[in-house]
């Protein structure tokens, strides 16, 4: 158990729908982070924030936006969902951000177990 | 343009044999290597890293190689456990430059440890 924590395990909705996948770092940890694993295709990295300010961004689609609340947790939104955006989508957590010098524990990202989403 | 391959998608080995698992990437800035190793419905699990001034960091049964000139790094295991049996991802970081310090990641390679 990496204690990061991901709702819903599973999630299955259509075309067009919206949904949020929620996020809970380990205690402690001020980063998250957010990737996307489709079927053929490694862990693809969308977005990280760092203590409520965004971060980083990756290959992040203009439907997709995610935000980090005051508590730490932050939470993934997926809008005009399209089939291709069937995926796992995980968060990851560490307690500072990728951010300089030379990397250390804790830099080290713990993953939590995923949310897959199916779009019918 | 996969900037991290993992070229063999999977890999059995008999217990208490080395695994080896390899890794190629294209990128010249990547500076920082990792593995992870993830188990069905969990997410990845941060298994061994290599700073790109080290050609190889050992950690248990866990060393990783790196060959920066041919851009290849291997992970090997030994002995294998059946335990070791799931998907290891490779994944690179540059620590400076464009896009910096975001996880770039390879498709994974299934390692099956056969008892």
């Known amino acids: 158990d990496s204690g990061v924590t991901q709702t819903p395990k599973h999630l299955i909705t259509a075309t067009g729908q919206r949904v949020t996948l929620r996020c809970s770092p380990r205690?402690?940890?001020?980063?998250v982070y957010w990737y996307q694993q489709s079927l053929d295709q490694g862990l693809q990295f969308l977005i990280q924030?760092?203590?409520?300010?965004?971060?980083a961004k990756g290959n992040i689609l203009e439907r997709f936006s995610a935000q980090q609340f005051p508590d730490l947790h932050s939470e993934l939104n997926l809008s005009s969902l399209e089939l291709g955006d069937s995926a796992l989508y995980f968060c990851?957590?560490?307690?500072?951000?990728?951010?300089?010098?030379?990397?250390?524990?804790?830099?080290?990202?713990?993953f939590g177990p995923g949310t897959r989403l199916t779009v019918l | 343009d996969q900037q991290v391959k993992q070229n063999s998608p999977s890999l059995s080995v008999q217990e208490g044999r080395i695994s080896i698992l390899n890794c190629d990437y294209t990128n010249s800035m990547f500076d920082y290597f990792l593995w992870y190793k993830k188990y069905p419905a969990e997410g990845p699990t941060f298994l061994i890293s290599?700073?790109?001034?080290?050609d190889k960091n050992e950690d248990g049964r866990f060393t990783v190689f790196l060959n920066k000139s041919a851009k290849h790094l291997s992970l090997h295991i030994v002995p294998s456990q059946p335990g070791d049996s799931a998907v290891y991802f490779c994944?690179?970081?540059?620590?400076?430059?464009?896009?910096?310090?975001?996880?770039?990641f390879g498709k994974g390679t299934k390692l099956s440890v056969i008892p």
């Open positions: 990851a957590s560490s307690v500072a951000p990728l951010s300089g010098g030379v990397l250390s524990s804790t830099d080290t990202q713990y």
């Open positions: 290599i700073s790109s001034i080290k």
């Open positions: 205690s402690g940890d001020l980063s």
């Open positions: 994944a690179a970081l540059a620590t400076s430059g464009a896009g910096s310090y975001q996880l770039t």
């Open positions: 924030y760092y203590n409520g300010e965004e971060r």
